[in-house]
């Protein structure tokens, strides 16, 4: 019940094109949902977050996108760029909880 | 902006040493974090603490000990290295309260031959 499943494991887009990675839950304590983007070499950075009483957050390019009776929240990348070529990470925490559970991941690669 | 800081970007230790991987946050955070990310394994928790001399395991804590004796510092502890641990281990940090991002170090790869 504590799992957030991530899919795709990996994804290869065209530049210019529409990145989606999903990500699904069983707890309904959840309640902030972060993604995080992480270069390599790097650590993981807060890339953009959403709490459960919105069904969108858009910053920039990148969008959430929460479905709160399916259980589901997908980050989308609008004209996506090589830049954007990273591992992404959804997560999410119960409120007043220590630790935020990770999905597992997702590559995504870029083409120019 | 919060930093965290991991004293090693690159670790090569042999079999059967001790082995210290030192985080320093510098924000005052409540709680700290150690992950290791393995290809196809995502983040796994090794071990956290919410406060100072405090601990918790996470999900993969056999063969890591930590220690939290400042705020600021939290060590993880690999008591007789083996192979099976080489990884990348990042750290992290995060308030007490309603902020829930955690901010990461930028890891340590540590090979064990």
């Known amino acids: 019940q504590q799992q957030v499943k991530q899919s795709p494991q990996s994804l290869i887009v065209q530049k210019g094109g529409i990145s989606i990675i999903n990500c699904a839950y069983e707890?309904?304590?959840?309640?902030?949902f972060p993604w995080y983007q992480q270069f390599p070499g790097k650590g993981p950075a807060l890339l953009i977050a959403?709490?459960?009483?919105?069904s969108e957050k858009k910053e920039g390019r990148f969008t959430i996108s929460f479905n709160k009776s399916a259980k589901q929240f997908s980050l989308h990348i609008m004209d996506s760029q090589p830049g954007d070529s990273a591992t992404y990470f959804c997560a999410a925490i119960i409120q007043g909880a220590q630790k935020l559970v990770f999905g597992q991941g997702t590559r995504l690669t870029i083409n120019p | 902006d919060v930093k965290v800081t991991q004293s090693s970007r690159y670790l090569v230790k042999r079999t059967g040493e001790k082995v210290f991987l030192e985080c320093v946050q510098d924000m005052d955070h409540e709680n700290m974090f150690w992950y290791r990310q393995d290809p196809g394994l995502g983040l796994r928790l090794i071990y956290f603490s919410y406060d100072v001399k405090m601990k918790e395991k996470g999900d993969i804590p056999e063969g890591y000990s930590v220690s939290r004796e400042k705020k600021e510092r939290f060590s993880l502890i690999l008591e007789s290295a083996s192979t099976n641990q080489t990884s990348m281990y990042l750290c992290?940090?995060?308030?007490?309260?309603?902020?829930?991002?955690?901010?990461f170090g930028s890891g340590t790869r540590l090979t064990v031959v």
């Open positions: 959403i709490r459960p009483d919105v």
């Open positions: 707890n309904t304590a959840f309640d902030y």
């Open positions: 992290a940090s995060r308030a007490g309260g309603a902020d829930y991002g955690y901010t």
